[in-house]
């Protein structure tokens, strides 16, 4: 059997007197697309600030592969192999579509921070090898000329998928999307799922993904795990989720 991608131990995590998370426990296997689900407040986003470093946890175990990673700080995760996007849309005013991509590859170079980066022989190396993977990632899904655009001259579900790119520019095994499809139209999230898959199939990347489109998530996902007031309530194949009785209970009392 091969090993998870991801295993999450007995997680908690409390503010104060609120436990966002409490002995939350699940397994997320290589290759999956896996569906974060439950109503506002649950914790989901919460989980993702753990398990990418943004927060420690109050207690529990988080591990990446079979490394411990545990409470290791936010960029040593994203160069181990987690990337992620957030959610609300986090893109660069300021820079064009292309040079958004390019932020996502050097989260990985050596140079690091961009400040600096075209100084030195290794650093303009850097920034051309980044160039020319920010262009094949834009070709990739399809936006090769759009790539000197402003993001505030697309559309909002196009604004999205260059966030979802320049996720993708991290090389990440493991890939987290808070809310990919928020705002978006019925068509814009089929072009975001249609996406996905092609990512999953033709790089192998597995994915977490948080969205409340519970016919989206159907569609999508090989597994659910489902979040409410903290607590993981289920967890399953999509069909099994969504005649589980404690699932139903907790989207009706949220009035979802
Ligand atoms: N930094 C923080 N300080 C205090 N409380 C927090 C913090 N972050 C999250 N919380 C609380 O933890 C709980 C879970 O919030 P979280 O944002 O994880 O929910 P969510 O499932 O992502 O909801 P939504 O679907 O609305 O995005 C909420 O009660 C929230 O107020
Ligand atoms: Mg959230």
């Not at 109503?39 to 398990?51: D, R």
């Not at 987690?82 to 300021?94: E, M, P, S, Y």
């Not at 000329?145 to 993001?151: G, I, Q, T, V, W």
């Amino acid at each position: 059997m091969r090993e998870p991608m991801l295993t999450v131990s007995q997680l908690v995590m409390r503010f104060g007197g609120i436990t966002a998370l409490n002995d939350v426990s699940f397994t997320l296997a290589a290759g999956d697309i896996t569906a974060l689900i439950g109503p506002n407040g649950a914790g989901k986003t919460t989980l993702f600030n753990c398990i990418t470093g943004m927060y420690t946890p109050s207690s529990g175990q988080v591990h990446f592969k079979t490394q411990d990673i545990t409470g290791l700080p936010a960029h040593q995760i994203a160069r181990s192999g987690i990337a992620r996007t957030f959610q609300n849309l986090a893109l660069f005013g300021g820079l064009t579509v292309l040079e958004n991509l390019m932020t996502g590859a050097y989260l990985k170079g050596s140079s690091g921070l961009l400040q600096g980066v075209f100084t030195t022989p290794q650093a303009r190396k850097e920034e051309q090898a980044a160039q020319k993977a920010a262009m094949e990632m834009l070709s990739f899904i399809g936006m090769e000329d759009m790539a000197d655009a402003l993001p505030t001259e697309l559309s909002y579900g196009r604004q999205k998928q260059v966030e979802f790119a320049r996720a993708l520019m991290q090389k990440s095994e493991l890939v987290l999307l808070d809310e990919p499809m928020a705002g978006m139209s019925t068509t814009e999230k089929a072009a975001m799922s249609a996406l996905i898959q092609k990512v999953r199939h033709s790089l192998g990347i597995s994915f977490l993904i948080v969205e409340h489109d519970i016919p989206v998530v159907m569609d999508l996902s090989d597994k659910i795990v489902v979040l409410d007031f903290g607590q993981k309530i289920a967890e399953g194949q999509p069909l099994d989720i969504q005649n589980d009785p404690a699932v139903i209970a907790a989207y009706l009392g949220s009035g979802h």
